[in-house]
């Protein structure tokens, strides 16, 4: 751990990553004596989306991410798009969330490809590999924007999913690339202080990070997660075959290899937590399978219905 006096952290909350739990329930209660973590200043406003500025990155000494398995991400961020999920009250909350739910608020566009192109989460991932014909919308067009918006690959696909459009890369892109490039030509540059919590083990994972900050590490464990109305989501918005899932993987791969960059980057996790979460990935997306990741993202492409057209 490195020694920095007047540590600053800019939050960098991923959408669907356990980020609301993290903010609401660690920083906002249940603080405890001897916490450190609770105690660093957080830099307003932080890393969300769009909102991810210069003035916030570069006055502060540390990154801390809020991250989850990409796949899981994703599928997250398409139950909360989706329109069948508008949820307009959250009783555990108590208030209304109308406006806090994207499926309640998409425009016409973009919930015709819910409708024709994405009714459930198994023909989402399921379109671009397979030559069916059953769905209204010509199906050449429907691949290309499932691929797209599982891509989050540009500005066309944001109103189909904002947190699929505002992915690992761009959180990367906005934070430790940018701060990076600002210091090309600085022969003493180090890269900005990073820390990693895994939303699969957000408490321990905090735990341990105030312990290293020699803090108590000890957080009282009434904490709530904050679900945005998940548990009243429609079950054909979540069903999801091993095979599905694995396809979801293949037309994510550049995002989990991302994802893999910013895990290796963090400097509170052990190699052993590194190179955990990245084979829990690999094994439930089939990739332990291949000899090689190149040769599994070959496999992938290869089983694209358009392969040939993409070159």
Request: charge should be positive.
């Amino acid at each position: 751990m490195r020694a920095i006096q007047n540590r600053t952290i800019m939050l960098v909350h991923v959408g669907k990553a356990g980020g609301s739990t993290f903010r609401l329930s660690f920083y906002r209660k249940h603080w405890q004596p001897g916490n450190v973590l609770q105690r660093t200043p957080v830099l307003l406003p932080i890393c969300h989306m769009h909102a991810c500025h210069n003035d916030t990155l570069f006055k502060a000494t540390t990154l801390l991410f809020v991250v989850r398995n990409p796949v899981d991400r994703f599928i997250s961020a398409y139950k909360f798009s989706h329109p069948d999920n508008c949820i307009t009250f959250d009783e555990g909350r108590g208030w209304n969330v109308t406006n806090d739910i994207w499926g309640c608020n998409l425009p016409l566009g973009a919930r015709d490809f819910f409708r024709q192109c994405a009714p459930t989460l198994e023909v989402l991932a399921n379109v671009p590999f397979e030559d069916i014909n059953s769905n209204p919308r010509p199906m050449s067009v429907c691949r290309q924007s499932i691929r797209g918006m599982v891509a989050g690959q540009d500005e066309r696909y944001r109103k189909q999913s904002t947190h699929a459009y505002f992915n690992y890369k761009h959180y990367k892109h906005v934070t430790l690339d940018r701060h990076e490039a600002a210091s090309e030509g600085n022969t003493t540059y180090r890269k900005i202080e990073t820390f990693v919590v895994r939303t699969e083990h957000l408490w321990s994972d905090a735990s341990s990070l105030d312990v290293l900050l020699n803090g108590t590490g000890n957080f009282d464990t009434k904490q709530r997660n904050v679900t945005h109305g998940s548990e009243n989501y429609h079950k054909h918005t979540s069903t999801l075959s091993k095979r599905g899932y694995e396809r979801l993987c293949c037309m994510l791969h550049d995002e989990i290899s991302v994802f893999g960059e910013i895990i290796a980057s963090a400097e509170n996790l052990s190699g052993g937590d590194k190179v955990a979460t990245m084979r829990e990935v690999e094994g439930r997306c089939g990739i332990l399978t291949f000899a090689s990741r190149a040769a599994w993202a070959v496999s992938c492409r290869d089983g694209l219905v358009d392969a040939a057209e993409l070159g």
